[in-house]
């Protein structure tokens, strides 16, 4: 068992450490000055970059996490903090589970019919809103579960002291769980970070450098899938680029937030 | 003799009845200590004197709790303001760990919810509470880092002194030293003597010797009635009662 446990823990660190290393190997060539402040160029014409993409990406990413992650979060604390409403918030948890179970082509097609058939166009804010409902269900059930491993003791020690009982869940209880939440929200954000598929109802691409949030945006998913799908060599090597910018955009918040929301490790 | 009256007390968790018709005085200025078999209904006895039984979905209670004229349960009297006049501590010192010990000490003031509390306030009263619980010396070169660190005897004066900076007028005790070594365990007892000048102190231990060392008055509870009641000497040397006498003597509850 033990022997096991290894061996699957060790394969996974292998396969891991192989695709990572082999995004590196292909995308560290690509990674030039013009990669990060070119936009594309003509087919044929070498050169040329993904500026456009990263903007779109990060500006993507921040519309995102704009919506998903307060709005994650409250639902988190309404689930794990509001006894009185334990039957709404089974339902609330279900419907959670149930939306993050879900491919996320369908929050692109819920956004696609409730905001860019009424706005007439493929926009910023369209995708960054899709990859946000992406969020919210993953952020809620991570919040309220690191909520929940805030010992009770704790609270009843707050409440004893004769603090309200929001004064002790916004003061001692939050505070206490902030790492965790952090982590659970950055792992969600890697999760959108790299998501093409609510995209291609919402914010679509773009060939151009953009920041009009009403306007359809490029983004790095979009781009190296256009890129690989294409049959030239300039495109691919630009492509593998862009995939080694796209993780360390995902994995850059996680370490910040380890390395810097140190708080209290809630055992697990 | 201010201090709290129990009448006719019952408790429930859901449908468990837990405390039967307890009747009761917790003399002010005086430690009371509460004795019984596990399950008894002693924790619950405390949680009913602070209004922190009632946090347990379904908990309920009757009968009326009196705290220096206060009925505590009395309609339209608001649980927050009870637990800020009785001050509790629990079994295990359960600081706050993202804080330092100055915040663990203030936290009870600085977000109570009316009054904003300047920082010399705070500070002044900080800095009483922990010498109070003789902590002071220990910590003052230390107070804006966190409590890790502390040995569980001063973790669990920490914790007295944050709820000594409340300025309670009652303490309650749930077995403040089965979490601690015999040397802190005789460094609380000693502390609660010096507490009695000015706090009523209710204290739950399981542990005969020190109900015999500290405490002026001790209550028995044997399945959620109160079986006998009187000076400490009273109830070890002449207990009235046969399960008291069991009990004490350990040969049987
Ligand atoms: N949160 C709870 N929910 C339901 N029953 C409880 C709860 N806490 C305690 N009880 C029950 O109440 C009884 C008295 O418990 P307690 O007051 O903690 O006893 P003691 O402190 O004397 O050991 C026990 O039978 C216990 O099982
Ligand atoms: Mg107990």
Not at chain 2, 202 to 214: E, P, W, Y
């Amino acid at each position: 068992m033990v022997t096991l446990c290894i061996l699957a823990t060790g394969i996974l660190l292998a396969v891991l450490g192989l695709v990572v290393g082999y995004i590196a190997i292909q995308g560290l060539p690509g990674l030039s000055w013009s990669f990060f402040t070119g936009t594309p160029r003509p087919i044929g014409e070498a050169g040329g970059g993904m500026a456009h993409a990263i903007a779109g990406s990060f500006i993507l990413i921040g519309l995102a996490c704009l919506v998903g992650i307060p709005w994650g979060v409250l639902t988190g604390i309404f689930l794990a903090e509001m006894k009185r409403w334990r039957r709404l918030g089974t339902l609330v948890r279900f419907t959670a589970d149930v939306l993050s179970g879900m491919p996320s082509i369908t929050a692109g097609i819920f956004i696609y019919t409730s905001v860019v058939i009424s706005m007439q166009t493929f926009s910023a804010l369209a995708g960054g809103l899709a990859l946000g409902i992406v969020m919210i269900p993953l952020v809620a059930r991570n919040t309220e579960e690191i909520l929940r491993l805030v010992p009770a003791s704790m609270r009843e020690a707050a409440l004893a002291l004769g603090l309200p009982y929001w004064r002790v869940v916004v003061s001692i209880v939050l505070p206490t769980a902030a790492r965790g939440i952090g982590i659970g929200m950055t792992m969600a954000l890697a999760g959108i970070a790299g998501d093409p598929v609510p995209l291609f109802f919402t914010a679509l691409n773009n060939n151009y450098w953009s920041l009009d949030l009403r306007q359809p945006i490029a983004s790095l998913p979009m781009e190296i899938f256009r890129y690989t799908a294409a049959p030239f060599a300039e495109w691919h090597t630009l492509a593998w680029a862009g995939a080694l910018v796209l993780i360390a955009i995902s994995f850059t918040p996680m370490l910040l937030v380890r390395i810097f929301l140190p708080g209290y490790r809630i055992r697990r | 003799m201010a201090g709290i009256q129990v009448e006719a007390l019952h408790a429930w968790y859901g449908r468990d009845l837990i405390l039967k018709q307890v009747d009761l005085v917790f003399p002010g200025k005086a430690i009371t200590a509460v004795i019984g078999p596990s399950g008894c209904g002693k924790s619950t006895l405390l949680r009913c004197l602070n209004r922190m039984h009632e946090l347990v979905p379904g908990a309920r209670v009757a009968g009326r709790v009196v705290l220096n004229e206060t009925d505590i349960y009395h309609y339209g009297v608001n649980p927050v303001e009870i637990r800020r006049r009785v001050g509790m501590v629990f079994q295990n010192p359960n600081i706050f760990p993202t804080m330092t010990i100055f915040q663990n000490v203030g936290v009870g003031l600085a977000l109570a919810g009316r009054q904003r509390y300047r920082h010399r306030q705070l500070e002044t009263r900080v800095v009483k509470s922990l010498q109070q619980v003789g902590l002071w010396e220990e910590v003052k070169d230390r107070l804006h880092r966190t409590a890790t660190g502390l040995s569980a005897g001063q973790l669990q004066r920490l914790c007295i002194a944050r709820t000594l900076a409340v300025e309670p007028e009652v303490l309650l005790m749930d077995e403040p030293c089965s979490a601690l070594d015999p040397i802190a365990a005789i460094r609380i007892e000693e502390l609660m003597r010096e507490l009695k000048a000015s706090y009523t102190i209710i204290l739950v231990t399981h542990n005969m010797q020190q109900a015999a060392r500290v405490a002026d008055f001790t209550a028995f509870i044997s399945r959620g009635e109160l079986i006998e009641y009187g000076s400490t000497p009273e109830v070890f040397l002449r207990p009235r009662d046969l399960r008291t006498e069991r009990y004490i003597t350990g040969t049987g509850g």
